[in-house]
């Protein structure tokens, strides 16, 4: 490999990181996972000229260094696991350890810097306003979580039990109402104008607009076909030879889609666009979930390009 085609794979765990690097040499393979040895890494790898680095979500102990290293100038790619898994698989490696880890995932990224759409599997710098939204976005997630568990319990409980179920339910309504009132508070002060624009669409409260700008930076910054594979809501194709395999959407991000989903319900009885749209789907023969999905996508791709030019919905250029 030449200088340009550094490659670098990071195996994330609670209290380190390994590395490997193709294409260079990096005395160190193992890093704590702690702000200082961040540093560090992002300095040994600086003047490497990396072209990727790979590393996969791990339910938040990436954040810190992913953050840290595109501070330092680094494209970062945060995968998914199964990616990853798969393509070690594809490989032939079916031994796993974290050094192992790290040396597939530099592989890994040797292929994905190759791709023409790598800027789309760049992962845009968090400042920390995005970062405190991200978190209470989650933790809104898991207290409706925890509150939707507590009424199931709730219905099958016997007398004894019921009142210390229902004290549950209680206390995780009044944090889950002092999580939103925050998460909403922190929206108006520092994304007030996206706020307003997103939510100028029918369909998206005050939830969707705050998970959305949380968790799709990308929005705004990729083209209407980017952005519904970004999120899972493109129809994939499934075809062999003369067989035309029913396209089906997959992968993406769950949390984004299920939050669009929910808006979509809402948009395709009261926005007169996508209302209008889901109808003549349907009328077309669609089946209800093809044409809501394909509602989700009409919806994403329009927020995208309002995003993108800074003009809230007008109806009269969202027609069906």
């Known amino acids: 490999m030449s200088v340009s085609s550094v490659v670098v794979g990071i195996d994330i765990a609670k209290a380190h990181v390994d590395v490997a690097v193709l294409g260079a040499k990096l005395d160190a393979q193992r890093f704590d996972n702690e702000a200082e040895a961040h540093s560090a890494l992002a300095a040994a790898l600086q003047p490497l000229g990396v ?18 290293l595109q501070a330092a100038g680094l494209p970062v790619a945060v995968v998914n696991p199964r990616q990853a898994r798969d393509f070690a698989k594809s490989m032939g490696r ?15 990224a040797a292929v994905l810097a190759r ?11 968090a400042d920390a306003q995005q ?10 997630r898991q207290l409706v979580t925890m509150m939707l568990s507590e009424r199931q319990r709730l219905q099958l409980a016997i007398a004894v039990v019921r009142p210390s179920i229902q004290a549950m339910i209680e206390a995780i309504r009044i944090q889950l109402d002092d999580v939103e009132a925050q998460m909403v508070g922190h929206v108006q002060t520092h994304y007030a104008e996206l706020d307003k624009l997103l939510r100028s669409a029918s369909g998206i409260g005050a939830v ?10 990308e929005l705004g910054k990729l083209n209407r076909r980017e952005i519904a594979a970004l999120v899972g809501v493109a129809p994939m194709a499934n075809d062999s030879g003369n067989t035309k395999g029913r ?17 979509t319900l809402t948009a395709a009885r009261h926005n007169p666009a996508i ?12 089946l209800p979930k093809v044409a809501l999905v394909a ?3 009409k919806l994403l791709t329009t927020l995208n390009a309002m995003v993108k030019t800074n003009k809230p919905w007008d109806q009269s250029l969202h027609g069906a």
């Open 51 to 68: 072209a990727l680095v790979v590393m996969e979500a791990t339910g938040g102990y990436e954040a810190a260094l992913a953050c840290a």
């Open 94 to 108: 079916l031994a796993k350890t974290d050094r192992i880890d790290a040396r597939m995932l530099a592989e890994f």
């Open 115 to 125: 791709r023409d759409d790598l800027a789309s599997l760049i992962r845009p710098l």
């Open 131 to 140: 970062q405190a939204l991200a978190a209470m976005v989650t933790r809104r």
């Open 208 to 217: 969707a607009s705050a998970t959305l700008i949380a968790e799709l930076p």
């Open 247 to 263: 396209r089906r959407v997959q992968g993406g991000r769950f949390e984004i889609r299920r939050v669009l989903y929910m808006a």
């Open 275 to 286: 209302k209008a749209f889901y109808d003549r789907l349907k009328a077309a023969g669609k």
């Open 295 to 297: 509602c989700m996508r």
